[in-house]
């Protein structure tokens, strides 16, 4: 995973805990949780919106 191991996890979390607080962790995450539903809501619909165009041998 892009070459990250436990202990660069770990600083990058007391980092993060050092910045924003326990308190607003879990808004953090929610909002978080909620971009990536919808980034990949829209890139679904735009792919039920436009399906693959049909090749000239296909029918």
């Known amino acids: 995973m892009f070459g990250i191991?436990?202990?660069e996890?770990?600083?990058i979390?007391?980092?993060i805990l050092i910045i924003f607080g326990v308190g607003k962790l879990p808004e953090i995450g929610r909002g978080l949780g909620e971009?990536?539903?919808n980034f990949?809501?829209?890139v679904s619909d735009k792919n039920d919106a436009n399906p693959p165009a049909k090749k000239?041998?296909?029918k």
Do not use: A, T
């Open 40 to 42: 990949k809501k829209s």
């Open 5 to 7: 191991g436990m202990p």
């Open 13 to 15: 979390l007391v980092i």
């Open 35 to 37: 971009g990536i539903r």
């Open 56 to 58: 000239e041998g296909d």
């Open 9 to 11: 996890l770990l600083i």
